[in-house]
Structure formats: structure tokens, C-alpha cells
């Protein structure tokens, strides 16, 4: 069974930095890629950054330049470091994961949200001007 825990979250001023840690367990499948969303209260969930299989990168307008993921492979942990914080940054920040589709590519990956079966609980994420 997949599972995944997030933590790192925190209240912080702007301007600031944050990493978020994705721990996962029981996933042994070579073709899972990983993404974090982020949900502020009243909003949808927004895919904040991806990355694929070969660790390509792909990153929210909102976050480029700003956001980093990554991702650990030997021991499965996933990472967003946050720079240069803003208020607008604020939210409840969960990591996800799936299996990339047959066709796809080693490069590909997706900031859909309902493309991602498996969810961690969350950590909340707190920007103050």
C-alpha cells in the first residue's frame, strides 16, 4: 500500500524559505512520478511542481524561480525548498503520486490533480507580510 507523509511546513514571514519533505513508503514501481499541489482555503487544488522519471522538472507559473522539487531516489523522500516566500504562497501543501502513463515519456509528468490516485495528509504552509 502506497503512502506518503509530508512535513516541513510552517508560519513564516515573507520573504523567506521553507522545505517541505514527502516521505513515501510502498511504492516499488521505477515508473511512479511525483508532484506537489498546494489548497488555499475557498480555492481549488493548484499542481505547484512535478517531476518525472528522469527528473525533469515542471513548475506553476506562480512558483518558477522560486520553488525547487526534488527528489531522493535511494531513499524515496520527495522535496520542495520554497524561496522568497509570499502571502499568496499560503496554503495546505500535500505531495502525490502515479504511475506514468504507457505512452508517455521518461520526461513527462503532470500537475493535474485528478490525474494522481495516491495523497499524503497535507502540511500547512503560513506566509505573513
Known amino acids: 500500500q502506497v503512502q506518503l507523509a509530508e512535513s516541513g511546513g510552517g508560519s513564516v514571514q515573507e520573504g523567506r524559505s521553507l522545505r517541505l519533505t514527502c516521505r513515501t513508503s510502498g511504492i516499488i514501481d521505477p515508473d511512479t512520478y511525483m508532484a506537489w499541489f498546494r489548497q488555499a482555503p475557498g480555492k481549488g487544488r493548484e499542481g505547484v511542481a512535478c517531476?518525472?522519471?528522469?527528473?525533469?522538472?515542471n513548475y506553476a507559473d506562480s512558483v518558477q524561480g522560486r520553488f525547487t522539487i526534488s527528489k531522493d531516489n535511494a531513499e524515496n523522500i520527495l522535496y520542495l525548498q520554497m524561496n522568497r516566500l509570499k502571502p499568496e504562497d499560503t496554503a495546505m501543501y500535500y505531495c502525490?503520486?502515479?504511475?506514468?502513463?504507457?505512452?508517455?515519456?521518461?520526461?513527462?509528468?503532470?500537475?493535474?490533480?485528478?490525474?494522481?490516485?495516491?495523497w499524503g495528509q497535507g502540511t500547512q504552509v503560513t506566509v505573513s507580510s
Open positions: 502525490a503520486a502515479r504511475r506514468r502513463p504507457p505512452n508517455a515519456s521518461a520526461w513527462f509528468c503532470s500537475r493535474v490533480s485528478s490525474n494522481f490516485p495516491h
Open positions: 517531476i518525472a522519471i528522469d527528473g525533469t522538472p
